[in-house]
């Protein structure tokens, strides 16, 4: 016989209120295998996840670890199983340090103090120098002394790992560690991945991204509606073919789009600044324009002022220099709300911060823009009856999964939660629409929905400005390329001349107009 | 005014304002426990008002002055365990449970005072207040052997606890539990931290703590107790976490602040009798009000602040 399968889940089930989440689902984990798990979204992933790691308890059905039938009751049983998990939405503690985040539940105290118990003293040093080792063994870089809320995203992620790490986990659970990932932190994530693999480590990798699976994944298994539908290995498949498992019917990965006939400018910008939380210039003399017509694409690594870019545009942050404009009106001291009513749609980055209340039911969330106007409230009264009529038709035609339009917004898997927010967001009479980051978290089906929309609104006439870090998504559907470096546009290009290659050397800091000596803010028209 | 005279006063009026700030404090702490773990407590006055009732009660019926102090700390303890299992359990909303209690509180020491403690049947013991400790040495250093080593046992019970829950929050695994579960209680939970029981050992810990206020009230200040001695001192307590930035230290230099007021009021009507008194008293309150309004400077409480947690 050969060696056991690191884990093997057997036939689990779980039901929610109003849904079969899992669905007598197996799954088998080889040892030091890298097994890519696909799935629409809501198909059940994250949810057969968390009764891995003992948040949820499964219904029915057995899980197995290295041969030995476990049961998981909570994440400390998990733990102590040698299951790790990094979650969809991070659980870490801003306020805290990383070495604080790592060793919390399992705290080291000093040798003098430990009679102490849980009054000893924490012992940093021994955490501080354990994760040092760890980050060179895996080439995992982790500064254990930092504030967490100073790191970049793909750096919480390594702190995320390190937590895993740290408890010794030999199974590791990565639930779309990519999605908030640039394309370089994605590839430094591989490289982890494919190292702790050699070394005995067993990886469940959940993606959206197909070309993700073919680059790391040794397997592949693909869930749909809480049941798996298949399981096969990158030699085997095409992403065509997965497409198409996912989701149950032929998607189009590639869209083909008529040129642009832009009109006037619906949005302009003149040497627009902006500060950060910490009073420093995150956006510079930004010059730009978005006609109606067109979808201007801000290609940029994150980090890079796009995120201030969007909350001085939207009303969340003030604007230090320059002048926005909005059609003919120019935003000065503008609260949201107002910039809303002007006829500009927003997509948030962070949809569980920015785009949704979480407790709020699917349906309210629907309206979150629109409940104090016409049909849905007269004078002060609301209309529930409007709200429910617009959420029944909401939930057909973006495919929202969820039970029912009463279930609160955050009890739906991610990428729902995410449809939740474009379709409230597209429903509404609007000329500009801001988008930033707005396929993220989506399963393929779902993306090239939302794609075919942004152009199709595009072609009804809305100027559409869309802030991605997907390069894929900016080269489909650009007109124009914006390319945006330590807060300037550097560079802006018809998208018909863009390569990927010159948009990632410019996303580098590399050529535009932007650096050569005269720094003229260039006007892009 | 005699600036001599002032200079004479200075270690009296210090002293005096540690020993008004030390129920304020005490406050302070409790609440710091409490909100730490993110669950808000607002009955901290309700709950020092019943320890005050009850450790007077279980000194006249046992004669014991220190039965008393542990007798009004458990009484507070109790309405902790209540508040805690309202909150975190059943997911009162948390406001209405602190108001419940102290509404509670009221109620029974207005009755129990009547019915037992007005005119009693049994003798208090004689002296009925926790007497001074002189520290030997230390509380011969002038000035600051007046004021910080010839107080009263809570006096120094407070300036302990000072340092210890300073400790203990920042420094040991408890303190780093509690913090993650006022903070982000779902990434607590996913490190397999039990968020109900850190926030109900930190509720009732606070609980006992708010009844060390208490009793401070009717033990160690006056002798017996009187309706409504709290006065307020529970909610000023409130005011000072708030100002000491939900830190222990924070809290104590907060409180001395509040209890200063205090303090020069009493020293004034003593020698300065023709100055209304009225104006001083103000002070405390007024200075709550202002804190509480959000004028001092931003304070960031615990993310996850009285927020219940779900379990799933
Ligand atoms: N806590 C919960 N309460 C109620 N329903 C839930 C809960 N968690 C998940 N569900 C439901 O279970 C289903 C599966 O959700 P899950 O999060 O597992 O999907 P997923 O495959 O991870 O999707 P995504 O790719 O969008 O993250 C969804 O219909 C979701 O609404
Ligand atoms: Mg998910």
Redesign the pocket.
């Known amino acids: 016989m050969t060696k056991p399968p690191a884990l093997e889940a057997r036939g689990i089930t779980k039901a929610?209120?109003g849904?079969l989440?899992n669905d007598h689902v197996d799954l088998r984990l080889a040892q030091g295998e890298i097994h890519a798990l696909l799935?629409?979204?809501?198909?059940?992933?994250?949810?057969?996840m968390n009764i891995l790691y003992g948040l949820y308890q499964q219904d029915e059905g057995q899980v197995f670890i290295g041969g030995q039938e476990v049961d998981i009751h909570s994440p400390n049983e998990a733990i102590a199983h040698g299951i790790g998990m990094v979650h969809?939405h991070f659980m870490l503690i801003p306020v805290m340090t990383v070495a604080e985040n790592i060793m919390l539940g399992v705290e080291p105290r000093t040798a003098r103090s430990r009679w102490l118990g849980f009054i000893g003293q924490l012992d940093y040093r021994r955490v501080e120098s354990r994760v040092r080792e760890l980050s060179s063994q895996h080439s995992l870089e982790v500064d254990p002394t930092a504030l967490v809320q100073t790191l970049s995203v793909g750096a919480q992620q390594r702190v995320e790992i390190m937590k895993a790490l740290y408890r010794q986990a030999r199974i590791l659970i990565l639930?779309?560690p990519t999605a908030v990932l640039t394309p370089q932190e994605s590839e430094e994530l591989f490289q982890i991945m494919r190292s702790l693999a050699e070394r005995g480590t067993s990886i469940i990798f959940?993606t959206?991204k197909l070309k993700e699976v073919f680059a790391v994944a040794d397997r592949i298994t693909v869930?749909r509606n809480?049941q798996v539908v298949g399981s096969t290995t990158p030699e085997q498949a095409t992403e065509q073919q997965l497409a198409s498992m996912m989701v149950g019917r032929e998607v189009l990965l590639r869209l083909s789009k008529a040129p642009a006939h832009p009109k006037e400018a619906v949005l302009s910008l003149e040497n627009l600044s902006v500060n950060d939380d910490r009073g420093q210039k995150a956006v510079r003399e930004v010059t730009l324009r978005v006609r109606a017509g067109e979808i201007l694409g801000i290609a940029g690594v994150q980090g890079n002022g796009q995120t201030e870019l969007v909350e001085a545009l939207t009303g969340l942050r003030p604007i230090a220099l320059g002048q926005v404009r909005i059609g003919e009106k120019t935003l000065k001291e503008t609260s949201p709300r107002q910039i809303m009513e002007q006829g500009v749609g927003h997509i948030p980055e962070d949809r569980q911060k920015r785009g949704l209340v979480l407790r709020y039911s699917v349906e309210d969330n629907l309206v979150l823009c629109t409940y104090y106007q016409r049909p849905f409230a007269k004078g002060l009264i609301i209309q529930h009856e409007a709200i429910e009529e617009n959420a029944r038709r909401l939930i057909e035609e973006f495919d929202i999964?969820?039970?029912s339009a009463r279930?609160p917004a955050g009890?739906?898997?991610?990428?729902?939660q995410q449809k939740v927010i474009v379709a409230r967001e597209l429903s509404r009479p609007i000329k500009l629409l801001i988008a930033a980051q707005p396929t993220r978290?989506l399963?393929v089906g779902s993306i090239e929905f939302l794609h075919r929309r942004l152009i199709e609104q595009r072609d009804a006439g809305y100027a559409v400005l869309l802030v991605s870090a997907e390069l894929d998504e900016i080269l489909a559907l650009s007109d124009r390329i914006a390319v945006m470096y330590k807060g300037e546009i550097i560079d802006t290009l018809p998208a018909e001349q863009a390569t990927r290659e010159e948009i990632g050397l410019l996303m580098a800091g590399v050529g535009g107009h932007k650096t050569s000596p005269a720094r003229q803010p260039v006007e892009v028209n | 005014m005699d600036f001599a005279l002032i200079i004479a006063l200075m270690p009296g009026v210090l002293a005096s304002a540690l020993r008004f700030a030390t129920p304020i404090a005490i406050g302070a702490y409790s609440g710091v426990l409490c909100e730490r773990a993110a669950v808000i407590n607002i009955a901290i006055e309700g709950m020092m008002l019943v320890a005050a009732m009850v450790g007077d009660l279980v000194m006249l019926y046992t004669g014991n002055i220190w039965l008393g102090v542990i007798g009004g700390m458990l009484a507070s303890g109790l309405l902790a365990i209540l508040h805690g299992v309202l909150c975190i359990n059943f997911k009162t909303d948390q406001i209405i449970s602190g108001t419940v209690i102290n509404i509670f509180a009221i109620g029974i020491t207005g009755f129990a005072y009547r019915r037992f403690l007005a005119t009693p049947t049994l003798t208090r013991p004689i002296p009925s207040t926790l007497q001074p400790i002189h520290i030997p040495f230390l509380a011969q250093i002038p000035i600051l052997g007046d004021v910080l080593f010839q107080n009263r046992p809570i006096v120094y019970i407070m300036l302990i606890l000072t340092f210890v829950l300073q400790y203990v929050l920042f420094k040991t695994p408890w303190g780093l539990r509690t913090r993650a579960v006022g903070e982000h209680p779902l990434a607590a939970d996913t490190l397999g931290i039990d968020v109900y029981k850190v926030r109900h050992i930190n509720v009732f810990l606070g609980g006992l703590v708010a009844g060390l206020g208490g009793v401070w009230f009717s033990l160690e200040q006056v002798g017996h107790f009187d309706m409504l001695m709290t006065n307020g001192k529970g909610f000023i307590g409130l005011a000072a976490m708030i100002f000491g930035k939900w830190t222990p230290v924070g809290s104590f230099i907060a409180a001395l602040i509040f209890g200063l007021p205090e303090a020069i009021q009493i020293t004034m009507n003593f020698y300065f009798p023709h100055v209304p008194y009225q104006f001083l008293s103000m002070i405390p309150y007024v200075l709550t009000m202002i804190v509480l309004a959000g004028v001092v400077g931003q304070a960031i409480p615990p993310a996850a602040d009285g927020q219940p947690y779900d379990k799933?």
């Open positions: 929610f209120p849904v989440a799935g629409e979204n809501g198909a059940g992933k994250t949810t057969l969809q639930d779309e959940i959206h869930m809480g999964r969820t039970p279930t009890t739906l898997s991610g990428g729902n978290g399963d | 799933q």
